[in-house]
Structure formats: C-alpha cells, structure tokens
C-alpha cells in the first residue's frame, strides 16, 4: 500500500505563497496520478488540483485557477502543490492523493483515488 506523506502546510497572510509537497516511497509513483484535495472546516472535501501520469494533463479547480499550479518529479517521487497570492479561503486541511489511472486520465473525484496522505494544516490569515 502506497503512503504519501505531505509537508509544506503552515500559517501565512493573505497575497502571500506556500508550496506543499507530497512524498511517496512507492516505486511506481511514476504510474499513479496525483492529486490535491482540501477540507475547510464543517465543509466537504474538494478536488483542488490534480495530475496525470507523465504531467501532461492536469486539472486546477476554477477556485484558485490562476494562483495554484500542480506538479510532479517522478525522479524524486514527489508532487507539488505551489499556491500563489493566497487567501482567507484558502484555509483548509489540505490532501494528497494517488489513483490508479489510465495514462491520459486526470482524476478530480474522491472515489477515484486509492491512497491518501494524513493531511496537512494551511492556514490564511487576513
């Protein structure tokens, strides 16, 4: 079983940045798309971004399109959350998550992804 473990989550004021970054031992991370999923208190868990295999196809949820960006370094086994000119919103338990996937499928629902990290803590104050 894959585990993904995220780091990078923080305090930080509004228009400010913060990378998360999401590591896995598992040797065909290569293999998995990735995604980032965020939980807002008393709030359900949405897609925030996601990516493909080789990081060609990625989905950025309409929300923060424009000021996150999703990456992967299947060298490193890592993905990358880079979240730009933050806000108050923003706040939120924040997830990874890895998904058994055909080549071009971006994943973007919850049910869709096999493995998911414990979550980390980003919080935007105003």
């Known amino acids: 079983q894959a585990q993904l473990v995220e780091s990078g989550g923080g305090l930080v004021q509004a228009g400010e940045s913060l990378t998360l970054s999401c590591a896995t031992s598992?040797?065909?991370?290569?293999?998995?798309?990735m995604g980032w999923f965020r939980q807002a208190p008393g709030k359900e868990r949405l897609s925030v971004a996601a990516?493909?295999?080789?990081?060609?196809?990625?989905y950025i949820a309409e929300s923060v399109k424009g000021r996150f960006t999703i990456s992967r370094d299947n060298a490193k086994n890592t993905v990358y959350l880079q979240m730009n000119d933050m806000k108050p919103e923003d706040t939120a338990v924040y997830y990874c998550?890895?998904?058994?996937?055909?080549?071009?499928?971006?994943?973007?629902?919850?049910?869709?992804?096999?493995?998911w990290g414990q979550g980390t803590q980003v919080t935007v104050s105003s």
């Open positions: 598992e040797r065909y991370f290569s293999t998995y798309a």
């Open positions: 998550a890895a998904a058994f996937a055909s080549f071009e499928l971006v994943p973007t629902l919850e049910a869709q992804y096999d493995y």
């Open positions: 990516i493909g295999w080789g990081g060609v196809g990625t």
